[in-house]
């Protein structure tokens, strides 16, 4: 199918939209896709008005099809000696300005369009983050819930089988993302050490004794609160006794209950995929340890807070519904930490109601296009997924830096270097809104600050 601009079309408001329908023509049935190309063309409408040469080298029809797809087949044998088949994935994007570099998701819900649509992101993203890193995202539709430790390092082996082909230090460096942690990072690096017989940088996210990060863990969630705070500032409040909503319970949300802490609020929830965890007395550090060894080491499930904190109640979710509980409890600020789309429409109406005034994305995509509408029209303060949570890519920037110079930085300047990036996007996102005339609109910030760079990269690279 061709991607020129459908005939008759001319200025760049009908132009976006041309190449956003031939977007959905070209990617039948990937929702997801769609959704995150929609939210950044909208914002690039600001951009074609006063650069035509971007228009001229057909940049946004580039920049939406992905370099190279990589899809194959992943066997392997569970405990009883059976045979399971699985789908890997590799998306990788765009590498105008560096290697690919994005998270594997490990998730029986992923397929292409997910998966497109978190490589598209990552994109801008990495941009943002002032790093040499292109985009990319990959993974499978294996669920590691109920694996023993020999089902996922078999898996895993035969994922890196395959993939290792593709991938390399300075090619396409994978990481972790939903269902893929410490774990599943270390059988991954293993087998790609054993196949290529080298041991360089590969992967991000390693374990601290063989080439990781101090912070890298933390990165996500710090990340996320470093930038929540730089939004705070601009409105001269602190988190000093915030109430903060917190949803998911792995390491982005972990992470961000932790930072958070730090600087004085009070989260008072958690999530998994089957509800919701509400504390009213407050999740302290103690019960925050307590979560970390349920979900890292025993890999139980949410609900079993309850049974050890009596005051906590437990409220079961149903995704066909079109709200969750989690985002009608009163709160001062929102960090949705789970997964793509967790705030519809209706949960952003109970937030507003509620008197939130900060959402920081932690999660990708977490809010629905009409739910990041309803927040931008009432002037809440709203950090976008691109920059929010771009902390966690950043640090897996640094480590390759370590990995590259052979050398481990202290955790004291990981962390250091951590906050100055996040102050960092912040400032671009604030004063990028400004000039394009939209004040305080961080989402066209964070899409147009994370496109220049690599739509000048592109004009620069020639047609490839
Ligand atoms: P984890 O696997 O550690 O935790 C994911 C959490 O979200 C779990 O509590 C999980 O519950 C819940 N969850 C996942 N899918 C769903 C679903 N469909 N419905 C309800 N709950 C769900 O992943 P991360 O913390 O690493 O990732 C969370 C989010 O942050 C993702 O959107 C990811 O892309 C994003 N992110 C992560 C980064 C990182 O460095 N790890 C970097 C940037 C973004 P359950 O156990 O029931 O599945």
């Not at 035509?52 to 029809?61: N, T, V, W």
């Not at 294996?142 to 993939?163: A, H, I, W, Y």
């Not at 929102?334 to 109970?350: C, Y």
Request: glycine share 10%; hydrophobic share 35%; net charge neutral.
């Amino acid at each position: 199918m061709s991607v020129m601009t459908p005939p008759g079309i001319k200025n760049s408001g009908d132009y976006i939209e041309g190449v956003l329908a031939t977007v959905k023509a070209k990617n039948l049935a990937e929702s997801e896709f769609h959704q995150a190309v929609q939210e950044v063309l909208d914002s690039l409408r600001l951009v074609l008005q006063k650069h035509p040469e971007y228009r001229s080298a057909r940049i946004l029809e580039r920049i939406t099809e992905p370099e190279r797809v990589l899809m194959f087949r992943v066997p392997w044998f569970d405990d009883r000696g059976d045979v399971q088949v699985n789908r890997g994935f590799r998306i990788e994007m765009n590498s105008a300005i560096g290697p690919y570099k994005g998270g594997l998701r490990f998730h029986p819900s992923v397929n292409l369009g997910i998966l497109k649509f978190l490589a598209f992101e990552q994109v801008f993203k990495n941009s943002l983050t002032t790093l040499p890193m292109g985009g990319g995202k990959g993974g499978s539709d294996f669920d590691p819930k109920g694996k023993s430790d020999n089902e996922v390092m078999r898996f895993c082996q035969s994922f890196m089988t395959e993939l290792q082909r593709h991938i390399g230090p300075d090619t396409d460096v994978p990481a972790g993302d939903i269902g893929v942690g410490g774990r599943e990072i270390g059988f991954l690096f293993g087998q790609y050490k054993r196949l290529r017989n080298e041991f360089t940088g590969v992967l991000t996210g390693k374990g601290l004794n063989w080439g990781g990060s101090l912070i890298r863990p933390e990165a996500t969630g710090y990340g996320c609160v470093y930038f929540a705070n730089e939004m705070l500032k601009t409105r001269k409040e602190t988190f000093d006794g915030k109430l903060c909503l917190v949803s998911g319970s792995g390491n982005v949300s972990q992470y961000t209950v932790e930072k958070l802490l730090d600087f004085g609020a009070k989260p008072i929830t958690w999530s998994d995929s089957d509800g919701v965890i509400f504390d009213p007395d407050g999740i302290d550090r103690e019960k925050l340890a307590w979560v970390m060894e349920l979900k890292n080491v025993r890999r139980g499930r949410i609900r079993e807070y309850t049974d050890k904190y009596k005051k906590a109640v437990f409220m079961p979710t149903d995704v066909k519904l079109d709200h969750n509980p989690i985002w009608n409890i009163k709160a001062d600020c929102a960090f949705p930490s789970a997964t793509q789309n967790e705030i519809k429409a209706k949960d952003a109406a109970n937030l507003l109601k509620n008197g939130c005034k900060l959402v920081a994305e932690g999660a990708n995509m977490p809010c629905t296009l009409e739910a990041t509408k309803m927040f931008l029209d009432a002037k809440t303060l709203y950090g976008p997924a691109k920059a929010a949570n771009a902390g966690g890519v950043a640090t897996s920037g640094l480590e390759m830096a370590q990995n590259s110079a052979r050398l481990s930085w202290t955790r004291e300047e990981v962390d250091d270097r951590l906050h100055k990036i996040m102050i960092a996007i912040h400032k671009t996102c604030f004063e990028t809104a400004e000039k394009y005339g939209t004040p305080g609109n961080l989402v066209n910030g964070a899409n147009i600050g994370g496109f220049m760079k690599v739509a000048n990269a592109m004009l620069d690279q020639g047609l490839v």
